[in-house]
């Protein structure tokens, strides 16, 4: 950030650096009281800017003046805080012909208060902090936020990585009052509205990878399509982790934990689907294509938590979901859902593992894997298979056409352990034993099946323990690697771990 603007002789390299990144790509370019000192225009050839052109005033993106930043070309940033980054500008596209990578340079820290992207499309932005309270520089958006203006204007093709995003450091002391007016909304991809069936088309393409989001309200926002959102850590947050809502999803190999209760009033979800934007005329949307795949959420690990509070862990409860896989996740936690999830066609529940940790009381409730029935806008659930799962209740309703559930393993001994509809009428099982098709109540609880369960300690480690009785207990038609990505094989396991490991 000690740099000089290119008029004071900044050239853009490591001996001499410029000192603004907003007079290299900033969206404000295209206002006509917009200025940098020290720049006449953006540095970057792909940014549109207001100019004269051919005797008349316009916003356009040219090579007047030989920018020196073009596309495909890398941009190294130095420690320093950068205040508000914003990409794009009101109905106008930014469009890059090759990629254009923002990152941090090797041993630096480079800070943002707030990334805004919209309306542009192939940015990489790698090894960024992104920290601000709500309200910094009158600013209350999401740390980071993607979106779109319809169709003629979409966001697509965004790579983002080893972000750092937070409100703060630390929110040690923090009352819930300050919770609800200074904690900011972590990462947002919110698109506008598809048709009803096509999910969110015009904020697509975009991956968060390698990325840690902690001391936020919610997390993450995930409603724009082809998306992937892989390899991230969620921890302290006030809201929800996750709520996802689009077509062609992948939420996979996450770790999510420590929530809190910061006294807005909000259902507690790790992952859930959400409405996202609705299409004029609309009952509900028709979502597709949803992978949520080994990720790790364990509701408290923090023995020094502020507000605990019950956490649900993957559900859905409203629209319509078709072909979702939701496999080899864990989740520890207090609540009545585990993985609760309706008006869900075409898919695959299986390998996960869900354990009731017993220490935030949710009345008439155990952490259950519940699937089927409809969502408060959408259809009764069809043609769906619940299979080796490990679970401390086990839900199904079986009356809905082509929703199955076999050799699921569920843990003793809090019954009921499974409710379900042999015979159209719901039935409940309260005795271990073998039930439907290869179902099984076992007998030793979480001292017989997990390497180490002690939520005394709040230390979880559901790995399977010689003699466990989810060994063996699968069978193939499940996922074909665990958790770790370690092959499965005859006999398979229930729950997210193969044995031995």
Not at 30 to 54: A, K
Not at 262 to 279: S, T, V, Y
Not at 369 to 393: D, F, K, M
Request: hydrophobic share 35%; charged share 10%; net charge negative.
């Amino acid at each position: 950030m000690n740099g000089k603007s290119p008029a004071a002789g900044g050239k853009g390299s490591q001996a001499s650096p410029w000192n603004s990144l907003s007079g290299v790509l900033d969206g404000h370019w295209t206002q006509s009281q917009f200025s940098v000192p020290g720049y006449t225009r953006p540095l970057l050839s792909s940014i549109p800017y207001y100019h004269i052109v051919n005797g008349t005033r316009g916003v356009t993106a040219d090579q007047a003046g030989n920018p020196p930043v073009q596309p495909g070309d890398a941009l190294y940033l130095m420690s320093g805080n950068y205040g508000d980054v914003y990409l794009g500008d009101y109905d106008i596209n930014t469009f890059n012909s090759a990629w254009v990578t923002v990152q941090a340079a090797p041993g630096q820290i480079p800070a943002f208060t707030t990334l805004y992207i919209h309306s542009t499309n192939k940015w990489v932005f790698n090894g960024i902090k992104v920290q601000s309270i709500n309200g910094t520089n009158n600013n209350g958006n999401a740390l980071v936020m993607l979106t779109d203006q319809g169709p003629s204007y979409p966001t697509t093709d965004i790579v983002l990585e080893n972000l750092q995003i937070s409100s703060a450091d630390s929110t040690a002391g923090w009352t819930q009052a300050q919770w609800v007016a200074q904690a900011r909304y972590g990462y947002e991809v919110y698109g506008s509205a598809g048709n009803g069936t096509n999910g969110v088309p015009y904020t697509n393409c975009i991956s968060l990878a390698g990325s840690h989001i902690q001391n936020v309200r919610t997390g993450a926002i995930l409603s724009g399509n082809n998306l992937m959102f892989t390899n991230n850590i969620i921890d302290h947050f006030g809201d929800d982790g996750i709520d996802y809502a689009a077509n062609n999803l992948a939420i996979t190999h996450n770790t999510l934990h420590d929530n809190l209760n910061i006294g807005d009033g909000n259902h507690e979800d790790a992952m859930q689907g959400q409405n996202g934007a609705l299409p004029a005329g609309a009952a509900l949307n028709y979502f597709s294509n949803i992978l949520i795949d080994s990720n790790l959420i364990l509701r408290q690990t923090d023995p020094q938590l502020a507000f605990p509070q019950y956490l649900q862990g993957i559900d859905a409860f409203d629209e319509d979901w078709t072909n979702m896989t939701v496999t080899n996740n864990v989740v520890v936690t207090s609540s009545c859902y585990g993985i609760g999830l309706a008006s869900i066609h075409n898919s695959l529940i299986a390998g996960n593992t869900v354990v009731e940790d017993g220490l935030y009381s949710v009345p008439g409730c155990t952490a259950a894997i519940t699937v089927g029935g409809a969502t408060h806008e959408g259809p009764v659930s069809t043609n769906t298979v619940v299979r080796n799962n490990l679970t401390s209740q086990l839900n199904v309703d079986n009356r809905d056409v082509g929703v199955t559930m076999d050799h699921n393993v569920v843990l003793c001994c809090t019954g009921p352990y499974i409710s379900w509809y042999p015979n159209g009428a719901v039935q409940y099982v309260t005795q271990p034993g073998v039930y439907g098709n290869g179902n099984i109540v076992e007998t030793e609880g979480t001292k017989g099946e997990f390497v180490n369960f002690n939520p005394a300690t709040l230390t979880y480690t559901v790995m399977l323990k010689s003699g466990a009785t989810a060994i063996g207990a699968g069978v193939a038609g499940g996922p074909t690697v665990d958790i770790l990505g370690v092959k499965r094989a005859s006999p398979y396991e229930a729950g997210a771990y193969s044995y031995p490991y």
